[in-house]
């Protein structure tokens, strides 16, 4: 069993910058894949940038180049650094921990760009 806690969302206005934090507990963080999703009204779950054990990191492509996701595994802490925040990017972040057929989420923290 692995449990998240996020912090780190709010109110940013565009082009600005944020970094989420995922705190996990509970089990040995450092052999999961650790990732970001998010998710607006109606929409489905998407993926935003993911992290493997090994320190391999993917990105959707609408984020490329401007999120940059990190761990620390000695703190069992998984990273979300959001820069040039665009409106499209408001939704509500989950953090997700990943090991063969196990999967925790923590419960979101809302980002909203606006002016």
């Known amino acids: 069993q692995v449990q998240l806690v996020e912090s780190g969302g709010g109110l940013v206005q565009p082009g600005g910058s944020l970094r989420l934090s995922c705190a996990a507990s509970?089990?040995?963080?450092?052999?999961?894949?650790a990732g970001w999703y998010r998710q607006t009204p109606g929409k489905e779950r998407e993926l935003v940038a993911a992290?493997?054990?090994?320190?391999?990191?993917n990105y959707a492509a609408s984020v490329r180049g401007r999120f940059t996701i990190s761990r620390d595994n000695a703190k069992s802490t998984v990273y979300l650094q959001m820069n040039s925040l665009k409106p499209e990017d408001t939704a509500v972040y989950y953090c997700?921990?990943?090991?063969?057929?196990?999967?925790?989420w923590g419960q979101g923290t809302q980002v909203t760009v606006a002016s």
């Open positions: 509970g089990s040995i963080f450092s052999i999961y894949v």
């Open positions: 992290i493997s054990s090994a320190g391999f990191r």
């Open positions: 997700n921990a990943r090991l063969r057929e196990d999967s925790y």
